[in-house]
C-alpha cells in the first residue's frame, strides 16, 4: 500500500526551485566575476606624454640616419681600374660616368698607378665628392652641386730646403751615410756623381770622408723626400774630389768641377752597379777590399749573383757568348782601340747581341759563376790596342769643357753652393783635374798599380763577404 510521505514532497519542490534558479545564479556569478576583475585593474593615467614623445622624435631619428655620408679611401691595386672600383663598393657607375665628362679631367681621373689613393664620400652610393692626388703639387676635387658634379685642381706647394752632411767611412758609405742622417738614395747619389773617378766598389778606405749639399723636399712642413745632390766633396785614399751642379740654359742637368770641367768621362771606373751588398770591405787587408782578385788580365768584382753589370761606355757589341774560362761573355768596342770584356755572368740583359750599340751605364748582364769560377763574380778586363789596362789607374778623356761665355755664369751660380763645403787645400800635382791634397792627417795615397801580370786563366774567387779568402797578385 502506497503511503504519501510530507520529507519526500519538500524534497521534491525544492529540487524544483534549484533547478529554475540554477539559471540566475550562474549569471549572478559571472557578473560578479567581472566586477571584481573591473575593480582589481588599475585606472589608467589620462594622459601617458612619454609615448607620444618617442613616437615623436623616432621620425627626424630615422630622417638623420637616411642623409649620412659615408668616406672611404680606397688604395689602388694592380690592374684597378675606376669601375672595378665603384662596382666593389657598390657605388652608383651613373655618377662615375657623370664625372668623366666634366672637362678636362678624364686622363687625371683614370690614370692610376698602384698605391694611389681615392677618398671617395657617398650617400647609399651615391657620390659626393671624390678626391685624389694627380701629382705630388696637385689634388683633383669633384664635389656633387645643385646643378650636377664641379671639378678643381687644388695646388699642393711643395718647399725645398738644403742641407749639408758630413761622414766619415769606417766600414761601408752606406753605414757612414746612415750615421750622418743621410738617406741610401742620397748616398747613392754621390757614387754617380764621382763613377767616372772613384771605383766605389774596390778603391773606398777606411777614414774616406765626404761631405753632400743636397735638396730635401717638405710640403705642409711634412719631410716628404730627398731631392738632388748640389754639391758634394768625397775624399778617397787622400785625394780630394769636388764637384758642383749646373743647370745649363737648355735645361740640362750636370755636374763638373769648380772649374768648369765635366765630372763625365769616356768611361766609368767599375762596371758593377753599386749597391749596398757590393760597398762592404775589410779595412783589416793591406787593400781593404773583400773579395778581390786583381791580378793576371783585369779586376774581379765579387758580387751576389744577379748584380747588374754596366756598361763602361758608349760601345758595340762584338761578342756576346761563351768563351772558355771566361764563361758567359761580353766585348763591347769603345773605339777602334779601346775595348772592354765582360765574363762569367750568369746571364745577359735582353736585346744584348752582336751588334747592338749600349750605351754607359745601361745594364748589359748579370753577375754570375759561369766558366772557371768557384763563386760569382764579375771579371772584367780594360784593353787599349789589345794590350791589358788598369781600369782603375787608366787615364779616361773627359767631355766637353763648358763654353767661355758660359763659365762666368756658371761660377755665379755655383759659387755659393760651392762655400757649403769644408774648404780644401789644393795642392800642385794632384792627380786628375778634381783632385787636391787632404788636410794633414788623411792616409797617403798608395803607389797606383801600372800593370798586371798575367799568371793563370782565374784566380778562384768567394761569394762570401764574412771571410778572408780572396787573394790578390799584383806585380
Known amino acids: 500500500m502506497h503511503r504519501n510521505n510530507p520529507n519526500s514532497k519538500i524534497s521534491l519542490a525544492f529540487k524544483e526551485l534549484i533547478k529554475r534558479l540554477a ?19 588599475p585606472t589608467p593615467a589620462a594622459p601617458v606624454p612619454a609615448p607620444m614623445v618617442a613616437v615623436q622624435a623616432r621620425a627626424p631619428v630615422i ?29 652608383d657607375k651613373a655618377d662615375l660616368a657623370a664625372i668623366r665628362q666634366l672637362p678636362g679631367i678624364r686622363q687625371s681621373l683614370d690614370l692610376l698607378k698602384p698605391g694611389d689613393a ?12 671624390l678626391t685624389r692626388k694627380v701629382s705630388e703639387t696637385q689634388t683633383l676635387k669633384v664635389v656633387r652641386a645643385d646643378e ?61 770622408r765626404f761631405t753632400a749639399v743636397y735638396q730635401q723636399v717638405y710640403q705642409d712642413g711634412k719631410y716628404l723626400r730627398d731631392g738632388e745632390v748640389l754639391a758634394a766633396e768625397f775624399v778617397n785614399n787622400g785625394k780630394v774630389y769636388r764637384a758642383v751642379r749646373f743647370v745649363a740654359d737648355t735645361g740640362s742637368a750636370g755636374y763638373y768641377t769648380p772649374d768648369g770641367l765635366p ?16 760597398s762592404v770591405f775589410n779595412p783589416h ?21 744577379g748584380t747588374p753589370v754596366r756598361a763602361a761606355g758608349d760601345a758595340r757589341v762584338s761578342f756576346a757568348g761563351r768563351r772558355g774560362g771566361y764563361g758567359n761573355a761580353l766585348v763591347l768596342a769603345h773605339s777602334s782601340s779601346v775595348s772592354t770584356l765582360y765574363g762569367h755572368m750568369s746571364r745577359f740583359a735582353r736585346n744584348i747581341r752582336v751588334g ?37 789607374t787608366v787615364h779616361l778623356p773627359g767631355a766637353e769643357p763648358l763654353h767661355a761665355q758660359v763659365l762666368e755664369n756658371f761660377r755665379l751660380v755655383t759659387a755659393p753652393l760651392l762655400a757649403q763645403l769644408l774648404p780644401v787645400q789644393s795642392a800642385p800635382g794632384a792627380a ?15 803607389t797606383p798599380v801600372s800593370a798586371f801580370s798575367v799568371s793563370s786563366v782565374l784566380h778562384d774567387s768567394t761569394a762570401g763577404f764574412g771571410d778572408d779568402r780572396s787573394r790578390i797578385s799584383i806585380n
Do not use: C
Open 148 to 208: 650636377g658634379f664641379a671639378a678643381k685642381m687644388i695646388d699642393n706647394p711643395i718647399e725645398t730646403r738644403i742641407r749639408t752632411a758630413t761622414a766619415t767611412i769606417d766600414s761601408s758609405l752606406f753605414q757612414a751615410a746612415e750615421a750622418a742622417d743621410v738617406s741610401d738614395s742620397v748616398a747613392l747619389k754621390l757614387a754617380d756623381v764621382f763613377a767616372w773617378d772613384i771605383d766605389f766598389v774596390l778603391d773606398i778606405r777606411e777614414g774616406d
Open 432 to 446: 786628375g783635374p778634381l783632385a787636391a791634397e787632404a788636410p794633414a792627417g788623411a792616409p797617403a795615397a798608395e
Open 285 to 305: 787587408r793591406k787593400h781593404p777590399i773583400l773579395n778581390l782578385i786583381r791580378g793576371h788580365m783585369g779586376t774581379d768584382y765579387a758580387a751576389p749573383t
Open 63 to 91: 630622417a638623420q640616419e637616411a642623409s649620412i655620408a659615408s668616406t672611404i679611401e680606397v688604395i689602388v691595386a694592380r690592374n684597378d681600374t675606376l669601375e672595378a672600383i665603384f662596382h666593389r663598393m657598390a657605388l
Open 356 to 392: 747592338t750599340h749600349v750605351e754607359q751605364g745601361q745594364v748589359i748582364g748579370y753577375v754570375g759563376m759561369t766558366g772557371l769560377a768557384t763563386g760569382p763574380h764579375l771579371h772584367y778586363e780594360y784593353l787599349v790596342n789589345g794590350e791589358h789596362k788598369n781600369p782603375q
Open 118 to 129: 681615392i677618398k671617395l664620400t657617398h650617400t647609399g652610393g651615391g657620390i659626393t665628392e
Open 263 to 278: 765630372m763625365r768621362k769616356a768611361f766609368l771606373r767599375a762596371p758593377v752597379e753599386f749597391t749596398r751588398v757590393s
Open 23 to 41: 539559471p540566475y545564479a550562474v549569471a549572478l556569478s559571472a557578473a560578479l566575476i567581472l566586477w571584481q576583475a573591473t575593480r582589481d585593474t
